[in-house]
């Protein structure tokens, strides 16, 4: 496959098979969000799950692309329905991920990122073991806090809120499969893209997108 970029190589991963799920969790600030965006940009099949929040939009974020932003009341309609797989109190704010929209995308053989924060990801590792768990952390605890003041999008004490709890969530590694040090953006990049392939690339998920193939072809 070829992209703007560069040249790009297509595997078996391409044939039609069950969508994966990869949970990428990180402390705010630590490059989640412009991560997960780049890397849906150069892998193909694979989506990124819009969570529904009652956190205020920010400037340049679109309904229904960044975040569903909807009112307290509605989210918590939404939870007494049973329609979150997981959600959480992030900073003040109600943040979920919508089974039906989870499914929806598995179900056409997509794979997902769920980019959740350390609660959820509890609630989504009691549900769902074959997930790929990825940590990202900033290169230290200074970076973070710049990279947070550089957004302006929180407020001096919002971000002191954010850092401290950054340094509570990092103690939660060892409930991740793979950590990711986004320090060099691109590095950080390819690394995430290499995990994504590997599992990908796994024997039961290679199995079953020859089976599948072999069966429509009549080998
Ligand atoms: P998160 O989603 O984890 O809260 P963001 O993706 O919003 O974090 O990134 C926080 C800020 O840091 C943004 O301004 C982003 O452009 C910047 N950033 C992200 N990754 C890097 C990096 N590797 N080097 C420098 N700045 C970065
Ligand atoms: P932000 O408001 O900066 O976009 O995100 C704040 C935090 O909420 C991040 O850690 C992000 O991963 C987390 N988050 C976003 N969507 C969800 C979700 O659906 N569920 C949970 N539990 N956390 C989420």
């Not at 849906?40 to 960044?66: C, F, M, Q, W």
């Not at 590792?125 to 074959?130: L, P, T, V």
């Not at 806090?145 to 709890?165: N, Q, Y």
Request: glycine residues 6%; hydrophobic residues 35%.
């Amino acid at each position: 496959m070829e992209t703007r970029k560069g040249r790009r190589y297509k595997t078996h991963y391409e044939l039609p098979g069950e969508g994966e799920l990869f949970i990428v969790s990180a402390p705010s600030g630590a490059g989640k969000t412009t991560l997960c965006r780049k890397l849906t940009a150069i892998v193909p099949r694979l989506k990124h799950s819009v969570s529904y929040t009652t956190r205020p939009r920010r400037k340049g974020e679109k309904n229904n692309v960044d975040y569903t932003f909807i009112s307290e009341k509605k989210f918590k309609a939404m939870i007494n329905r049973g329609e979150f797989v997981e959600w959480a109190v992030v900073h003040g704010n109600l943040y979920g991920t919508s089974l039906k929209r989870l499914r929806g995308l598995m179900k056409k053989g997509y794979d997902i990122i769920l980019d959740i924060d350390v609660q959820g990801v509890l609630q989504v590792k009691r549900k769902m073991s074959e997930a790929v768990y990825i940590f990202i952390l900033p290169p230290s605890i200074h970076v973070l806090k710049k990279r947070l003041t550089f957004r302006m999008s929180d407020t001096a004490g919002e971000i002191e809120k954010r850092v401290k709890k950054a340094k509570e969530e990092i103690l939660s590694y060892r409930n991740y499969d793979f950590i990711v040090i986004n320090d060099d953006l691109r590095k950080a990049l390819k690394e995430l893209e290499s995990i994504v392939i590997a599992k990908r690339l796994k024997v039961n998920r290679v199995k079953s997108a020859l089976l599948n193939k072999s069966r429509t072809e009549k080998l």
